[in-house]
């Protein structure tokens, strides 16, 4: 197994270097208690023993055959053992040093304190780190009998070291990898990114091409995408236009809605560097009367007229009424044309954007920054993730968890087993703010003595999934370079979410445009705004659930000249698998409702056919992984006036007609907002409590 970031762990060639450089003063027995081991050996062998100690400047081989000598005259006298096993030290004959050492601690355990070192080091280096660590920690029970100080840092060090790795090694974690099914070929396929909702990966696919006119096929490197029909994903196809354009794109990421893609594009510049940088392009639905308009094509797109032509040709053919636009770099303050910008990951609100860069001013090599987004929806100033993250070495290929507080990073800064190992730290909050703690090596196996790169997980935290060109049985490779996923082990997982997607609808069933959406976390009132798309009103939020807390939610919709619309999202009192929602809407004509991931149908709908007496609709937000999505479709009604409209999730606690729940609070906040932005309006509200 190959280690790292200890120089003197190179094994074995700086075991003999250590050997080499120590004194020779170590041949006193100022181990020994009370002369326990004291006793009268034979004095032939003693006379060989001495007669060797002179012998071993001028013929090593005369100095073993004398101290081999003497052992068979006594077998029970350690010197000759112990001697013997320091000159096989010399000579890196490990085994050797290891049999005769044993030996002696056999004959008289406290003959001398080094053999603890020696042993300590030699099983150190042959993975045996339960003994390495027995034997080290010995020699460091008794100071007064160590050299130097030098001894003492390298034994505490191997002893460290030795700990870490056998709590891994000794203690593997669950690892049973698969190929993806369907997307694995004999070609390369690595970069994956599965979409929050599972339905879409993209990733890089790399084969031998032979284009007409060339003489010999030549390496490409295709941006591909496979859509998930009956469980399993598609081949997957080759992304158009405007992907693809060069043979050095890839390792994209999604937001969670699909609407917003981050992805890197590799460039060589005239000095010849390979500089990357960060792009983004945008999924807009184009409207059928503006297909034939080439000028808002180019425009919106920033597409050539030929690229258009092919793509409407695409859209005929396939009946999508959505296209991606041109991408385009982020802004200098991201990308620098001096260094590496690469391998972005966006929070789940879409307004966190991280990525791995070999900037200036870095900890390390390769750090792990992050930029936000500011109110006008500029991206800012990056800054790293703080030394906790951040090592002298490098870290990359990092994957913020849809939970927004679990990320998932390689690093060879960290202790670890191989070249790079897979690491995941959680942000905590404390009383300045937030932090990231101490991150975790996610284990061997899953970590190896190889670099292990590109590691991310399914959203609801079950699965693992990576790239590796691992062609062992364990792992039934196609070959070269192929997807796997496995069961994350709990330990790994990240926090668990309810993941909301749906439309804002007007009582026609038309989408909303220009509608705010926000979910506040009722206990600790902090409020998350949702994106919506300012052309099909779609949106998607993901809520984070505390370990130790059932949480309530408040998600409040507003649109200028509508109904005010809240929804209480609870978790108190259910299953890890199951959490309630319940809303209230003003009619048949104007309800929230919810439906199943995998089902389109309306459920526990029931209402009223008097707009003067209406009912609460309520269904289960599963956070199965079979029903990872729920969908929840908000209608809102233009305001009339005159007309009554019912506020939502407003209730007294237990046997009491004056103090209000918490969530209710919460609810007339959202409220209270709304009536200042629209300070013309003028509302009487009335309300009663019921006898429960």
Known sequence: MKMKNRPFLILPCLLSLLWATQPNVIYSQDYQEDGECETDFNSKAVKFYKKSEGAAKKDRGEAIKLLRDAIE????????????????MGSENYNIAKKYFLQVLDLCPTYNLYLHYYLGKIFFG???FSKAVYHLAEFMKYPDGIKTDRHFNIAKDLEEEARFYGSLIENPVPFKPKNVPGICTQKDEYLPYITADQKTIYFTRKFQKKALGDLFPKMVEVFTSAHRTDGDFSR??????????????????????????????????TNGYNNCDIYSADYVKIERSTLIDLGFMTEVLEM?????KFELEMMKNSGLDYMWTNVRPLNDLVNKIDSWESQ??????????????????????????????DP???????????????????EKSPFMHPDKKTLYFSSDGHRGLGGFDIFFAKMKKTDTGYEWEIPQNIGFPINSEDNDLGFFVSTDGETGYFSSTNESEKYLSFGGWDLFYFPLYEEARPSEIIFLKGELKDEKGEPIVGGSMDVTNVRTKETTKVDVDSMSGKYAVIMTLEEDHEDDFVVSVTKENYT???????????????????TNAKSSTNPITITSANNNTKTNENTNASTNNKTKTSSKINRNHKELVQKLDVRLEQLVVGEPYRLDNINFATNSSSVLTVASM??????AKYLISVPEMIVAIQGHTDNV
């Open 564 to 582: 005010y619309a809240s929804k209480l999202i609870s978790t108190k009192g259910k299953t890890k698998a199951s959490a309630s929602a319940s």
């Open 126 to 128: 042959s993975e045996e």
């Open 666 to 671: 919460v609810t007339l906040d959202g409220f």
């Open 344 to 373: 972005p990951t966006i929070s789940s609100d879409g307004r966190t954007l991280y990525f791995a860069s070999n900037r200036k001013g870095g900890v390390g090599g390769i750090d792990i920054y992050k930029t936000t987004k």
């Open 236 to 269: 997957g196809k080759a992304m158009m236009v405007p992907f693809n354009k060069g043979n050095n794109e890839g390792g994209a990421c999604l937001t969670i809605d699909n609407m917003h893609m981050y992805y890197t594009i590799c460039k060589k510049l």
């Open 304 to 308: 050539t007229e030929q690229e258009v």
């Open 73 to 88: 005259l006594d077998p029970d006298y350690p010197a000759p053992y112990y001697k013997l096993g320091r000159m096989a």
């Open 376 to 394: 006008n929806g500029k991206w800012t100033q990056p800054v790293g993730l703080g030394k906790n993250i951040n090592t002298e070495g490098h």
